[in-house]
């Protein structure tokens, strides 16, 4: 099967089109012929300025109908995230490039030889999970995600940050197949308010072997090791108990911790993905109001005695379940904050950009 692009061209008076082709050039000097349709035969075209690469055209047009309802400095940023360079096109796929995983391994501090198995699984997941903070700053400073595989390993590893659900478990399920695994990225849908979200709405990852396991190091708070994909029964995990049920081919994970109710967190397939799939929701979850990640400021870890959080102006720690709450007042406390618990640097990650100017404004009669 050949891979589909999405590309943006840059046309007459800075006008934009996007579109799909299994070869970019050769469209692109059919636009530029006035054969490629309507828009561009009005609006001559100057230049392809962005493409990515998807593993076959349903894939492409998904993300393409999202691209096109978006506002022009919207698709400008997905450009920047996703620039025309003309070696794209014979480059490797998404997500299949070598990453250095003795960097991986230190920056999860995890250092003893590892070799396919369920004990390193369980290691490798519970190190990522205490080490590699769940994190959206990235949106709220305006900064493009990327989901190939170099840039999450420079942002994650090199960069000392975090990220969501897609560049988390994008990275993790990198570094598994560098270390010997036989992993397969999933699709999941949420549970909110009683209701599933879309497709590709979050990414788990299915890991094979001498039995099946569900990993999932960017789900936030949840297991800190992966889950027996087959059992029915109780998996403790921490402070929580697991339940994975099936009903036909749909998998549902569920939760059970303070309160005696099962919780629903997600459903998936084992229908195998590519991380390609998912950039029309990542590119949605980065720029609609609608998404939970453009509402707040988040970056959140697990420790070995609990878990702690930073939530807009909130530091939220829990320590053998007891919870404090204390209001950061000042953007000089979020700052020490980040760096403390998180080991972020706020200073070289903002950098370029003035948005964390407004993030501590005073706000009248708040006294808290």
């Known amino acids: 099967m050949s891979s589909w692009y999405l590309y943006i061209i840059e046309c007459e008076r800075g006008r934009l089109y996007a579109g799909i082709s299994p070869d970019v050039e ?10 490629g349709g309507a828009f561009t ?5 100057h230049r392809i300025i962005a493409a990515a690469e998807f593993p076959d055209r349903s894939a492409a047009t998904r993300a393409e109908i999202a691209l096109k309802k978006l506002p022009r400095e919207q698709k400008l940023l997905w450009a920047r995230a996703n620039p025309w360079r003309p070696a794209d096109v014979t480059a490797a796929p998404t997500g299949r490039r070598d990453l250095d995983i003795g960097a991986f391994l230190e920056r999860i501090e995890c250092r003893e030889p590892l ?6 699984l369980r290691g490798l997941h519970r190190a990522f999970m205490l080490s590699v903070p769940f994190e959206n700053l990235d949106i709220h400073l305006g900064r493009p995600l990327s989901l190939e595989i170099e840039a999450l390993a420079d942002k ?7 990220g969501f659900c897609y560049e988390l478990n994008g990275l993790f399920a990198g570094a598994l197949r560098e270390l010997g695994f036989d992993v397969t990225l999933l699709s999941a849908r949420v549970v909110h308010d009683g209701a599933l979200t879309p497709e590709f ?33 109780d998996q403790l995990r921490d402070d929580s ?15 059970r911790s303070a309160v005696p109710e099962w919780t629903p967190r997600y459903q998936f397939t084992l229908e195998p993905r590519h991380l ?15 998404s939970p990640f453009t509402r707040r400021r988040l970056c959140s870890r697990a420790t070995h005695r609990g878990r702690v959080t930073i939530s807009d102006d909130r530091l939220i720690q829990t320590v053998d379940g007891r919870r404090t709450d204390t209001r950061l007042t000042s953007l000089e406390e979020y700052v020490r904050a980040l760096a403390d618990f998180f080991g972020i640097d706020l200073a070289a990650a903002a950098a370029g950009t003035s948005r964390i100017a407004g993030w501590f404004s005073p706000r009248e009669g708040d006294s808290r």
Not at 26 to 35: C, P, Q, T
Not at 277 to 289: G, I, R
């Open 156 to 162: 994650i590893v090199r960069r000392h940050r975090g």
């Open 201 to 233: 709405d979050h990414a788990a990852l299915l890991v094979r072997l001498e039995q099946r396991w569900l990993a999932d190091v960017g789900f936030g708070d949840s297991f800190t090791e992966p889950l027996a994909l087959d059992d029915p029964g």
């Open 41 to 45: 035969r009005l609006n001559p075209p």
């Open 26 to 35: 050769k469209r692109f000097r059919l636009h530029a012929a006035g054969k």
């Open 241 to 255: 108990a697991y339940r994975v049920t099936r009903t036909g081919s749909v998998f549902s994970v569920l939760r």
């Open 115 to 120: 070799s396919p198995s369920a004990d390193a």
């Open 276 to 290: 390609s799939d998912f950039e029309a929701m990542c590119l949605y979850h980065q720029t609609s109001p609608e």
